[in-house]
């Protein structure tokens, strides 16, 4: 008998406990900043309070019984580059991107089932929401005019490069986030068919600067997805919560992640909500021990690798098993075609490009396409997570990493192999007979 999840209950629950804890804990602390004329900003989602501070106020903070801990919020490193592989170009030939073929979505679009009725989220450099690939699929997009409130959050609050600090409406300073949400969702209706959820809808939250990330800005963006807010930051609506996230990014040591765990406890609060987590590897490879950084690293996360269109591993793709906090954790779980991907980019052109970042979307479309064929699985990572695991093609591979061989799967190599959502599909279809064939017989 397959696992029932909660459904919307499971996330409401989740979210009220998290704010009740938060407000509670930080009570104290927030009424002395305000006293002190301090400017913060109330992480609930990870139960940390944000703010800029000098010498003095850090060792003021030092002193207070509620402050368990004082992390620095750095900014000092870009955004590994993804490798562009051909210029941009405006056209491509009327046909389905590679990627979106190997992992076999069209057969699961000619099931009927496209994305519909599936909200997906990506944070990143930001979107350029009206592109030609992407417009149709915004969920603050009626087909006339365009709302942003609840659908866009810009966790940028000073500098922000073309885009500004706090922009009002999607907008992307870097290319990386447009490119990542046309694999995700991407379709033209004509000759650009990029994406494997075409008729999802997504939202977007912006948590890099040109390329720069820190903790709290990753945070800010989770916990906008848990509980979405209109455009000032008010009014949170659980009921408005995305069903599965791309993060096509990793937290360096120079970005403040010095603490691996340091977003751990994040993770598993929205995974615990019944969002699905989607993260890349990271572009470290192809030595062993390179998947390191948040939050790739964490077992509440679907961490990604890297295919090339000749069914190898892409040398870039970072491999397991995760030391860096001590866990000899299989990292990653699954791969998804991340080499020479075309899908759109700024100005409403496209380009291709490599890395784990463009793996990741694979993957994150893949299991909207799930929820859209069973939408029961909408608020149950787990058993998304079952099911493309199950249903994965193991890599041709001599490389072994960990002490394990590559016939064992997993393996810190490419997991459990890349992903093949029709037969994920296949495996949908047969648990929901069998659910029902138990229903129709009845049971003591």
């Not at 703010?51 to 490193?77: F, H, K, N, S």
């Not at 949170?236 to 406890?265: K, M, Q, Y």
Request: aromatic share 8%; charged share 20%.
């Amino acid at each position: 008998m397959r696992f029932v999840a909660l459904g919307e209950g499971r996330l409401t629950a989740v979210v009220s406990t998290l704010r009740e804890h938060a407000t509670q804990d930080q009570r104290e602390l927030r009424q002395a900043l305000e006293q002190r004329g301090l400017r913060y900003r109330s992480l609930w989602a990870i139960n940390a309070i944000a703010l800029e501070a000098d010498t003095d106020t850090l060792d003021w903070l030092a002193g207070q019984p509620e402050v368990a801990e004082i992390i620095w919020d750095g900014a000092q490193r870009r955004l590994p580059e993804v490798r562009p592989d051909i210029a941009a170009t405006a056209k491509s030939p009327s046909a389905i991107e590679w990627g979106v073929e190997r992992i076999r979505a069209p057969e699961v679009w000619a099931a009927g089932f496209l994305g519909q009725g599936v909200l997906v989220a990506g944070q990143d450099t930001g979107y350029q929401w009206d592109h030609p690939a992407l417009k149709s699929a915004y969920a603050g997009w009626n087909g006339t005019t365009a709302v942003h409130d609840y659908h866009w959050w810009d966790a940028i609050h000073f500098g922000g490069g073309s885009c500004g600090a706090n922009a009002p409406a999607p907008c992307d300073d870097h290319n990386h986030g447009t490119h990542t949400m046309g694999t995700l969702v991407g379709d033209d209706g004509g000759a650009n068919q990029i994406g494997v959820a075409p008729q999802a809808r997504w939202i977007g939250c912006r948590n890099m600067d040109q390329g720069d990330g820190t903790p709290s800005r990753y945070a800010e963006c989770f916990q906008f997805f848990l509980a979405p807010t209109d455009l000032s930051g008010n009014n949170p609506d659980p009921a408005r919560a995305p069903h599965v996230i791309n993060n096509s990014w990793g937290c360096t040591a120079s970005e403040g992640c010095t603490d691996p765990n340091i977003l751990r406890t994040l993770i598993e609060n929205v995974q615990a909500a019944g969002i699905l987590v989607v993260a890349s590897a990271g572009n470290s490879g192809s030595a062993c021990n390179t998947v390191r950084d948040p939050a790739a690293i964490y077992a509440a996360s679907f961490t990604v690798g890297a295919t090339t269109s000749a069914e190898a591993m892409s040398s870039f793709s970072s491999r397991g098993p995760v030391t860096v906090d001590g866990s000899q954790r299989i990292k990653p779980d699954v791969v998804a075609p991340g080499s020479s991907i075309r899908s759109s980019i700024r100005n409403g052109g496209y380009a291709s490009y490599s890395g784990t970042s463009m793996a990741g979307p694979h993957v994150a479309g893949a299991a909207a396409l799930l929820m859209s064929a069973d939408p029961g699985l909408k608020r149950d990572p787990e058993r998304v997570i079952e099911l493309l695991q199950r249903s994965a093609i193991p890599i041709v591979s001599s490389q072994e990493c960990g002490g394990i061989p590559i016939s064992v799967l997993p393996n810190p190599v490419f997991g459990h192999g890349r992903i093949d959502v029709a037969a994920a599909l296949a495996w949908v279809f047969q648990d929901l007979f069998a659910d029902g064939f138990e229903s129709a017989n009845g049971s003591e």
